[in-house]
């Protein structure tokens, strides 16, 4: 019972450097985003998929790409990695079909340092 | 355009003490979930209430319990005998309903860091 898998957990990057954040969720959802909680703040959207195939921007998306191809994954990717980057990447997915209301699953996070 | 408003950024109680989060969102979507999110110190979002737009009960889950009133757009969110172990950065959070094109986006309020001391 994975739910929604981060990976990695913790990764330093030197400032132009690039990376991409790995998400996967294993409970066939259609929606997934992206989230980044900057120290003493709350989460804020970056980018959302309603689907394979469909991606938008949420309300911080300068400096991020993001592509998906499957259902399963939701990759986030840093292409000249900038300190204001530095904070804790949350992956989420949801279900549309959910009768009950929309249940959000939320990964474990990711902490990036850019030095 | 949607807002949520934690005005709490830190409180500190006393073990036993009875505490009370404030949550006051804006919104003009008539259909809308609110949510509450704890975040211990290992930082995982640990998920505690859904509450839609439709549904004014109050719900009481051990220690916690929830008031709703949309008159006040406000979800706060009480803890009854604090323990330490409550202690944690909580969130509130509002999505509109779930769309084809919007999915389920979240909008969190800033947090309230819990202290509860022995």
């Known amino acids: 019972n994975a739910g929604v898998t981060q990976t990695p957990k913790f990764r330093i990057l030197k400032i132009g450097q690039s990376m991409t954040l790995q998400c996967t969720q294993d409970?066939?959802?259609?929606?997934m985003y992206w989230y980044r909680q900057d120290p003493g703040m709350g989460l804020k959207l970056i980018y959302y998929?309603?689907?394979?195939?469909?991606?938008d921007k949420g309300e911080v998306p300068n400096g991020y790409n993001v592509s998906r191809s499957t259902t399963e994954d939701f990759p986030l990717r840093l292409e000249l990695a900038a300190p204001s980057q530095t904070s804790v990447y949350f992956c989420?997915?949801?279900?549309?079909?959910?009768?009950?209301?929309?249940?959000?699953?939320f990964g474990e996070g990711s902490w990036l340092t850019v030095v | 355009a949607q807002k949520v408003t934690q005005a709490q950024t830190e409180i500190s109680v006393v073990e036993k003490e009875d505490v009370t989060l404030d949550c006051v969102y804006e919104?003009?979507?008539?259909?809308?979930?609110l949510f509450w999110y704890k975040q211990p110190p290992s930082g995982e979002l640990v998920f505690l209430i859904r509450?839609?737009?439709?549904?004014?009960q109050n719900e009481i889950s051990g220690r916690y319990s929830w008031n709703f009133q949309k008159s006040t757009s406000s979800f706060n969110f009480t803890i009854t005998a604090s323990q330490v172990v409550d202690s944690a950065v909580y969130f509130c959070?509002?999505?509109?309903?779930?769309?084809?094109?919007?999915?389920?986006?979240?909008?969190f309020g800033e947090g309230t860091q819990l202290t509860v001391n022995p």
């Open positions: 509450r839609n737009s439709f549904d004014e």
């Open positions: 998929s309603v689907g394979a195939g469909i991606t």
């Open positions: 989420a997915s949801s279900y549309s079909g959910d009768g009950s209301g929309n249940t959000i699953y």
């Open positions: 959070a509002l999505s509109e309903a779930p769309g084809e094109t919007s999915g389920s986006r979240l909008t």
């Open positions: 409970m066939n959802h259609n929606y």
């Open positions: 919104t003009r979507d008539t259909t809308y979930y």
